[in-house]
């Protein structure tokens, strides 16, 4: 198995510079056919969704729908995907960014009774304290 960052994943998903994209999507193709899974960590993950909101400004449904094909895509192995799955979907619906969700469930997992912010569009969020 491998890793990959976040470069290699956004040159994947983006296609936005052709050289990159075609060593990208040729690492994938040889993955896939040698049944070597591609390991995603969730820190990948993160910085992922940030470079798709900030760079190529792409909205909470869009940036949802691009997790949820990786989730989809047999070829990646997820570091903690459970963990992702749960963000993801407080995510949709949340005022917070990804990471934000996916600290909490990290949190949640290593079994805090909640993740302490100052971030105040947390307010109100499940697992969430916001500090005054």
């Known amino acids: 198995m491998r890793g990959i960052d976040t470069n290699v994943l956004v040159r994947y998903i983006a296609g936005d510079d052709a050289r990159q ?3 990208a999507e040729r690492l994938m193709e040889q993955s896939s056919r040698q049944g070597e899974p591609l390991f995603i ?10 470079v798709l909101s900030r760079r190529y400004g ?3 449904p869009q940036i949802a729908r691009v997790l949820e094909q990786i989730l989809e ?3 990646f192995q997820i570091e903690n995907d459970s963990l992702m799955r749960r963000g ?13 969700y996916l600290i909490s469930e990290v949190c949640r997992e290593a079994g805090c009774e909640d993740c302490v912010t100052f971030d105040r569009r ?7 304290t916001v500090l005054r």
């Open 41 to 50: 960590p969730l820190v990948v993950l993160c910085e992922c969704v940030w």
């Open 58 to 60: 792409q909205t909470k």
């Open 21 to 23: 994209t075609a060593i």
């Open 122 to 128: 947390m307010a109100g969020a499940a697992g969430f």
């Open 88 to 100: 993801l979907d407080a995510f949709r619906t949340g005022r917070g960014d990804f990471a934000d």
């Open 73 to 75: 895509t047999e070829l």
